[in-house]
């Protein structure tokens, strides 16, 4: 298959090029680097070191396994650069990672949010265009999140629930109620892109993937030049990769407020084999479909637990603190998240276990030396804006 890999140089989406690349597609990926000019700018970087450009992470990958990946370097937000790419590749399906994702980031301030929801909102419409107008078959498998779901006191079903209201009923998109200008970027994606199936015939998968942790892939293991990043600064890293990190350095692990906020994680390996899945197995023309995409749910305290006893396990000490917590979300919740649809496809969860967690350590280890300790706790707190109000 054709497969147009957008944000091809982060986290997962660099994983998912050699990943398919590997499963004998045909892969291009795209990238403006945003994600490592955030880093600049924040002066933080990826833990594990990564090649210098995706045309070198290409060429390592070339030498290593003697097949190609394509790339193009430019950004999303420009039309006519997503329009050249769409009529020189044809993607047959298209993996759009490519977004601004962090939920911290988006809360900085007015020009973050701001930023956020442009650069997101405007990429994913320019898709939506390039797909109606030059490959219009073709099938979008975009990462969503389950934070658009927020945490309701009811079930979360999985994209669409039946209300039956004064005695009628239908089955409409599942109520969204995000924690942040990041999270509601993608709660505007995912109207957009339902819009964009009903309107144009566009076939899509909305994945809404829970936070993914892990450093490793069969891929990444081939050759030390293809590392996929691994952030643990407290903009870019998420929960668990950072817990692993605090664990290895003796950080206390830092538990936002009372710790119970639960939500789904899955491990890196999970994303790459439930992106594959929806690849395989592409909606009908017009079909707007959701998948969540998480295999186990816990909360922050229960994670914080697991670490601690992976770590003492593994010869080291660390216990958790309940700093203050910078975000505005509750802290003791129901939470109970259906996400059968990739499982009834085939997924195969790689569950979270003390084993998995100590070999997380192993490869942190090898890196501890670039850890910057002093972008860890957390600064950026979304009573921010109010804060400065109150100073005025
Ligand atoms: P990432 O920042 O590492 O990857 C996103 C990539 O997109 C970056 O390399 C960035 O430079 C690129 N990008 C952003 N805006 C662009 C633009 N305008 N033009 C070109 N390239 C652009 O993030 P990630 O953790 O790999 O996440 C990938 C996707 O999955 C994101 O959409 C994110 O919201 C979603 N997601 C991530 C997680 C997680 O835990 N990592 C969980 C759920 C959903
Ligand atoms: N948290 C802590 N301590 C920390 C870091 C986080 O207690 O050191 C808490 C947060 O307060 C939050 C939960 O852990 O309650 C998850 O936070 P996170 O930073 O791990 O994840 P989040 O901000 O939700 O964002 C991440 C990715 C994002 C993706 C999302 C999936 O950065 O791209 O969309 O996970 S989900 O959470 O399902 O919406």
């Not at 637990?305 to 603190?321: D, I, S, Y």
Request: a negative charge; glycine letters at 8%.
């Amino acid at each position: 298959m054709r497969i147009l890999i957008l944000g091809g140089d982060g986290y997962l989406g660099w994983a998912t090029a050699m990943y398919l690349s590997r499963r004998g597609h045909e892969i291009h990926t795209v990238d403006n680097y945003l994600r490592r000019r955030m880093h600049e700018e924040n002066g933080t970087d990826s833990l594990t070191p990564i090649l210098e450009s995706l045309p070198a992470r290409a060429r390592a990958w070339k030498e290593v396994t003697g097949l190609e990946i394509g790339v193009t370097e430019g950004d999303l937000t420009d039309w006519e650069l997503v329009q050249r790419v769409f009529e020189e590749f044809q993607p047959e399906a298209i993996v759009h990672y490519g977004e601004m994702p962090s939920a911290p980031y988006s809360m900085i301030d007015r020009d973050h949010a701001v930023f956020t929801q442009t650069n997101n909102v405007v990429n994913t419409l320019n898709v939506l265009f390039a797909m109606a107008e030059i490959t219009p078959e073709a099938h979008l498998v975009k990462l969503g999140t389950m934070g658009e779901y927020g945490t309701p006191n009811i079930d979360i079903e999985e994209g669409f629930i039946e209300i039956h209201h004064n005695g009628r009923s239908d089955v409409l998109p599942f109520p969204k109620m995000p924690g942040s200008f990041y999270h509601l970027s993608k709660v505007h994606d995912s109207h957009n892109i339902h819009f964009a199936c009903r309107i144009w015939g566009l076939r899509a998968t909305d994945l809404n993937q829970g936070v993914v942790y892990g450093i490793e892939t069969e891929e990444t293991k081939l050759d030390e030049r293809l590392v996929t990043r691994f952030d643990y600064d407290e903009l870019f890293g998420t929960a668990l990769n950072r817990f692993c990190v605090q664990a290895v350095i003796g950080h206390p692990l830092t538990a936002y407020g009372k710790g119970g906020q639960t939500r789904g994680y899955l491990n890196i390996v999970d994303t790459l084999q439930c992106v594959e899945l929806a690849l395989l197995n592409p909606p009908a023309e017009g079909e707007y479909r959701v998948f969540n995409q998480f295999t186990e749910q816990f909360s922050i305290n229960e994670l914080a637990e697991l670490v601690r006893q992976a770590a003492l396990h593994h010869g080291l000490k660390v216990e958790p603190v309940h700093v203050e917590n910078p975000r505005v979300e509750a802290e003791e919740h129901y939470y109970n998240a259906k996400h059968t649809k990739l499982l009834d496809l085939g997924l195969k969860p790689h569950l979270l276990s003390e084993t998995l967690i100590e070999s997380m350590f192993a490869t942190i280890e090898r890196y501890k030396d670039r850890v910057i300790v002093d972008r860890i706790a957390p600064r950026t707190s979304w009573r921010g804006v109010l804060r400065s109000r109150v100073r005025r």
